[in-house]
């Protein structure tokens, strides 16, 4: 794949990508080094301290004047309300402390917070503007003050957010400070895979800045977000904006670009929609994941006082029946066996955070490579940018939502009891940071054209109020399929029936109202030395001993698999993409080192399934 299919969104949108203002303020180059001695991918191995993750972060509204605030900061471990009189040293951001490219590799724990500092300036010419602070994601509170001005808290480990600090700053060197709490599984807060005590499934603890750190100059007022939906049946995309400051007479005007022909334009009023009509749409889909680049203008008595560039595609997620009246996944309105691994996101030397974005796009490159045309993203929000390279690259999303609040960070799978299964009884604080945050990951990722299928719950980890949650997303985003409880406690509610099953596939249930698919299942095991995070500490669910071997094993399951397709089933999930810490079932060992299958095998038998329902 050439560096041009990789990187381009669109062209107009790309073009700004690559000409974004990038303003560091970063240390000099410290003696930094990775923590620990685990295995490294090869990104890790190359990373420069004094440019981790330098790319624009946000694909989704880009403008030109912004300034990168990774690099390494002053850090401190303490006591809760122990405030730092001294730091313990440099943490390279944005990478959790526990990890090993953060330079630090500890642990922090629900009984200490963890303490980051770093100086920055802000250029002349950002003079007369509003300067905007984002985090793109800090695991689990973050205070945060500039100049020892309080500006804002957030809670949530995986969802941006933004200070307005224009009246905090001063000219010169400005103060920033932030200060992080995390319980991990001693709280009730959606964490994922993260427990105290890492073990087969569960993983290390994530603590802290975890996702690109950065300013934005915009005008005083200002385009805030945008949410873009497109209508297939009506050949339209409808665009809204959220704008910071718009006065009455305000427009808000709107281009849709392809390549550098505008094919269509509208204008609303500030407030309202505007809605763009297009006579013979591109369609998206895996296949051909054509994007249109969006410029949409604040407008004043006919002056431009803001413009962002986005992008969007037309495409449609549905269910429908078969020419057997099978209820099937529809893509465009027509039936697509959605078939992809099921992918976990961890990083042995970053955690959550991939080391650079070319690795951030590999696994979803590899997964394309092998044939797949879905992900399932497990129990993990990733970066904005991940799931631009899975619409640039055409790749479905299955979308989960973290899990928490489960006993012992232990799973609760009532295997095959779908309809009588118990639920978890939160208390209203868990109810509220599982309400707040699910919202929080579906606004922040609404525009993104790959995520096809929502997850509110995973094998009834931590499972509540499966109708209403369900019935809820689905209001809240009826542009999207919702898959209630991939191989947990179903109801009669959602789009999708999901069951689990290892390691080889099983249709044991039928749903003829909601379209069946098998939400996880394979899991097969390879040991490879050397590409082991713990060597004497490893699973799969089944163990074999060579590439060729686990190829063999897994055509077995494909074929399995293509028997039950006729049945049934309208959409399958193998585990997994990756090696993660003590499991070695993944495709790939988890420094993405060495492909434990064969690869053109693979691809033959993942393409062959991917196009079972194709119509003639």
């Known amino acids: 794949m050439n560096e041009q299919s990789i990187l381009r969104p669109g062209r107009a949108l790309a073009a700004l990508l690559a000409s974004a203002l990038l303003l560091t303020s970063l240390p000099g180059r410290a003696q930094w080094k990775p923590a620990g001695d685990r295995i490294r991918t090869t990104w890790g191995e190359q990373l420069d301290p004094n440019q981790p993750l330098p790319e624009y972060p946000r694909p989704q509204l880009v403008r030109a004047e912004w300034q990168n605030l990774n690099g390494l900061w002053n850090y401190a471990i303490l006591p809760l309300g122990t405030q730092p009189s001294e730091w313990e040293g440099e943490i390279l951001v944005p990478f959790a402390a526990e990890s090993s490219l953060s330079g630090v590799g500890r642990r922090v724990g629900a009984d200490h917070e963890l303490w980051y500092e770093r100086t920055f300036s802000v250029s002349s010419k950002w003079s007369g503007k509003r300067v905007l602070l984002h985090f793109g994601a800090v695991d689990w509170r973050a205070d945060v003050w500039v100049n020892g001005v309080s500006v804002g808290s957030h809670s949530g480990g995986f969802t941006p957010f933004e200070f307005d600090i224009t009246e905090a700053l001063k000219k010169g060197d400005n103060t920033l400070r932030v200060r992080v709490w995390d319980p991990t599984n001693d709280g009730p807060?959606?964490?994922?895979?993260?427990?105290?005590?890492?073990?087969?499934?569960?993983?290390?603890?994530?603590?802290?800045?975890?996702?690109?750190?950065?300013l934005e100059a915009v005008p005083?007022?200002?385009?805030?977000?945008?949410?873009?939906?497109?209508?297939?049946?009506?050949?339209?995309?409808?665009?809204?904006?959220?704008?910071?400051?718009?006065?009455?007479?305000?427009?808000?005007?709107?281009?849709?670009?392809?390549?550098?022909?505008?094919?269509?334009?509208?204008?609303?009023?500030?407030?309202?929609?505007?809605?763009?009509?297009?006579?013979?749409?591109?369609?998206?889909?895996?296949?051909?994941?054509?994007?249109?680049?969006?410029?949409?203008?604040?407008?004043?008595?006919?002056?431009?006082?803001?413009e962002v560039a986005s992008y969007a595609a037309m495409r449609k997620f549905s269910i429908g029946r078969d020419r057997a009246g099978i209820m099937r996944l529809q893509l465009n309105n027509r039936p697509l066996f959605q078939y992809g691994p099921l992918d976990q996101g961890w990083w042995p030397d970053g955690l959550y955070t991939a080391p650079s974005d070319e690795a951030l796009a590999f696994d979803v490159v590899k997964t394309k490579e092998l044939g797949y045309n879905m992900i399932r993203k497990h129990i993990k929000v990733e970066p904005a940018r991940w799931y631009w390279h899975c619409d640039r690259l055409g790749m479905i999303v299955w979308q989960d939502m973290p899990s928490g609040d489960q006993a012992d960070g232990m799973p609760q799978w009532q295997s095959r009891n779908y309809f009588t299964g118990e639920?978890?009884?939160?208390?209203?604080?868990?109810?509220?940071?599982?309400?707040?945050?699910?919202?929080?990951?579906?606004?922040?990722?609404?525009?993104?054209?790959?995520?096809?299928?929502w997850i509110p719950f995973n094998e009834a980890w931590g499972q509540f109020k499966t109708p209403e949650i369900a019935e809820w997303t689905k209001a809240y985003d009826p542009t999207r399929l919702v898959n209630p409880a991939s191989g947990g406690n179903h109801y009669l509610t959602g789009d999708i029936l999901d069951l689990h099953?290892?390691?080889?596939?099983?249709?044991?249930?039928?749903?003829?109202?909601?379209?069946?698919?098998?939400?996880?299942?394979?899991?097969?095991?390879?040991?490879?030395?050397?590409?082991?995070?713990?060597?004497?500490r490893n699973w799969g669910y089944v163990r074999f001993d060579s590439p060729k071997a686990v190829t063999d094993e897994y055509e077995r399951y494909a074929e399995m698999l293509e028997r039950l397709i006729p049945n049934g089933f309208s959409a399958a999930v193998y585990t997994q993409t990756t090696d993660v810490e003590t499991e070695v079932n993944g495709l790939m060992t988890y420094d993405r080192k060495v492909m434990k299958v064969e690869p053109e095998r693979l691809r033959e038998i993942n393409s062959r399934i991917c196009h079972s329902l194709d119509e003639e």
Not at 192 to 203: D, S, T
Request: proline share 7%.
């Open 501 to 536: 099953h290892y390691p080889a596939p099983e249709l044991y249930l039928y749903d003829h109202n909601r379209a069946t698919v098998l939400g996880e299942y394979g899991g097969i095991g390879l040991v490879l030395k050397d590409h082991l995070w713990e060597p004497d």
């Open 189 to 214: 807060q959606p964490r994922g895979k993260q427990v105290n005590r890492p073990e087969g499934i569960w993983y290390t603890p994530v603590t802290g800045i975890w996702q690109t750190v950065w």
């Open 220 to 306: 005083q007022q200002y385009v805030r977000s945008l949410k873009t939906t497109p209508d297939l049946d009506r050949s339209c995309f409808r665009v809204e904006a959220d704008l910071c400051g718009a006065q009455p007479g305000d427009r808000l005007r709107v281009r849709l670009l392809d390549g550098e022909t505008c094919v269509a334009q509208a204008e609303a009023m500030a407030g309202a929609a505007a809605e763009l009509y297009v006579a013979e749409p591109k369609l998206w889909s895996p296949d051909t994941p054509h994007l249109y680049d969006l410029k949409v203008s604040l407008v004043r008595n006919g002056r431009t006082i803001d």
């Open 423 to 453: 639920e978890k009884h939160r208390s209203p604080l868990s109810e509220q940071y599982y309400r707040k945050e699910w919202r929080e990951i579906i606004d922040c990722l609404y525009n993104f054209p790959s995520i096809g299928v």
